[in-house]
């Protein structure tokens, strides 16, 4: 995959990249936080303690590119669903859908609620979700010149310390945003293609992540369709 030309975000790019990035602070990280004690006059510089480097890469890369080229074949993906399916337990404290771009074009799937809302029909639940993303999977989304442009907005944005939720800036250390940064440099000088990540181990550890990336116009088309009658988060 070329690198393509980088270029700076238009303001209402930028907006919406604000709004994708507060959708996950507001669903991944402030619950992690105390509440305030008082309200400062300003609101306070925090470091986040679940969202870090990979998972902000992941975050940009699944909305840029959702799964187009990034599933080996299609038994690789039945055996990894599987493997995820049974690892998790039913729930209904979290989305179902969950957006990871400012139009819902592509979604997160959360398996926990998922789950829950097929008892007695695990194997027909499997095979629906199977086919959402192995269809969503074959439509070609390649804008790398975007997706690097989005993370150099992200590394600003991070800088300015202006992700502000209630009282608080979320902020990740600067320095372990130039250091990943190095990294995927390095990576892709070495490779010519983009690394992938997986979640943090903070990220990981507090909110235990499982779910699958699906386009939203093949989810209109498919059987499971009613999923989007509910609030996107």
Known sequence: MERGVPRHLTAAETENLLEVL???YILHEIKHH?????KP?????VRTLAIHMPDIYKLLHQGT???????PSKEYFRKHLADDWESVAPGEGEPVLESVTH???IVRVNLRPYKALFPGEEDRAVLMLEKLVLDSENIKKDNPAYFFSAMSAFREINRQAALVIGKRRYVIPPADVEQFFGEVKHFITHHEVLP?????????QLNRPAYVIADTVVLEGSPLAFLLEETIA
């Open 41 to 45: 006059l300003k609101a306070l510089k």
């Open 65 to 71: 590119f959702g799964y187009w080229q990034h599933i």
């Open 196 to 204: 992938l990540f997986s979640h943090s181990p903070g990220y990981h």
């Open 34 to 38: 105390p509440p305030l004690e008082t």
């Open 103 to 105: 139009d819902n074009a």
């Open 22 to 24: 507060l959708r996950q």
